[in-house]
């Protein structure tokens, strides 16, 4: 037996980098899996090669958000679990951020996670049936870089969020967690250093060389471990935004 046995999953952002790495662990320990994203040429080979299904969802229209809830429900009759890992990463300043790119970034990577949560939890509390929410948040949300300022704001209301939402359905028995990821290897982290910090191809290397564990983080272990928060052996977790990298928060040298 799997760690997710019959447990009927949708994962936003699912067709590439931690959301498919998530999916494929998912599927590996007895998932029913949707995965959503905005292309379906890509989704549709993402799903294929994960063994999961695909519907095509813009995460930032949240109609289309609480569409993509509505399409497993309509497959399998329940949703009990949903991990919102679609994200935006595009750079801008306090100074140079344009309420264009300020709306982009609020609409992926909170307004969307908003909308998926409150489609799925809908479900869970209509049904009387517990669940389960996992958010990729980013651990620049307690901080962050100063290209990233439209990003950290979106993403610590994301936090909020996760605590917030865990809070009023714990009686639900919907457990809702989050998790603040650090620098990763995703295909998305190579065409950012690229388009936006000039990087060539040793750039893998130098990042990691200068990291403390001598690597970036890896897909495959953050997907366990947002299988386990998934999964029962989490026990009664709830409210958790929990640092998933190899840096310490006020730590100084």
């Known amino acids: ?46 799903a294929a090669d994960i063994g999961a299904r695909f519907v095509t969802a813009d995460i930032a229209d949240p109609e289309q958000a609480r569409a993509s809830v509505a399409a497993v429900i309509s497959e399998h009759g329940r949703i009990d679990a949903l991990v919102n890992a679609a994200g935006l990463t595009d750079r801008g300043t ?8 300020f709306d982009r970034h609020v609409a992926v990577n909170l307004r969307g996670p908003f909308f ?8 869970m509390v209509g049904r009387g049936a517990p669940g389960a929410v996992v958010n990729v948040i980013s651990s620049s949300e307690l901080g962050g870089q100063p290209f990233l300022a439209p990003y950290v704001a979106a993403k610590a209301g994301l936090a ?36 936006f910090h000039d990087a060539d191809d040793t750039w893998r290397a130098d ?16 997907a ?13 977790v709830t409210g958790s935004v929990i ?11």
Request: net charge negative.
């Open 1 to 46: 037996m799997g760690l997710l046995d019959g447990t009927v999953l949708l994962v936003s952002g699912g067709t590439q980098g931690v959301g498919a790495g998530v999916a494929r662990a998912a599927v590996r320990e007895g998932a029913q899996v949707t995965i959503s994203g905005r292309r379906a040429d890509v989704g549709e080979k993402a």
């Open 94 to 101: 306090l100074l140079d951020t344009t309420p264009e790119l």
């Open 116 to 123: 998926t949560m409150q489609a799925a939890v809908s479900d």
């Open 160 to 195: 909020g969020l996760t605590r917030n939402a865990a809070h009023a359905h714990r009686f639900d028995r919907v457990r809702i967690n989050g998790l603040d990821i650090g620098w990763t290897d995703t295909e998305g982290e190579d065409a950012t250093q690229r388009a």
């Open 207 to 222: 990042a990691a060389a200068r990291l403390p564990m001598g690597k970036l983080g890896q897909v495959d272990e953050i």
């Open 224 to 236: 366990d471990f947002v299988v386990f928060l998934l999964s029962p052996r989490s026990g009664v």
């Open 243 to 253: 640092d998933w990298d190899q840096n310490v928060l006020g730590g100084l040298d």
